[in-house]
């Protein structure tokens, strides 16, 4: 059995368009994901560490400081107004 396809010319070229877009957006994401890991490789990995560990260890101290920066907010010093008097 054939199945006929129909479909208008518009259609056929927002299909392309989006095609096309997304292997520009899958070649960008590859190039940068590429880049990450060489900076990583030659700039944070730390002796006897593999890239994907650096990047696990990297995320975890970030996530420490960004809940050390949530605490540092919630304290509440009270500053004396020294030129008032």
Known sequence: MTVIILASRTSLIKIGVF???????NGV??????IENRFVGK???RE????????MRLAKEREKRVEQA???KN???EIPDLLSK
Not at 19 to 25: L, T
Not at 29 to 34: I, L
């Open 29 to 34: 994401v590859e190039g940068y994901k590429k």
């Open 48 to 55: 006897g560490e593999s890239v994907e560990e650096a990047k």
């Open 75 to 77: 304290i509440h010093v």
């Open 43 to 45: 700039y944070l990995v």
């Open 19 to 25: 095609d096309g877009y997304q292997k520009i957006e």
């Open 70 to 72: 949530k605490e540092c």
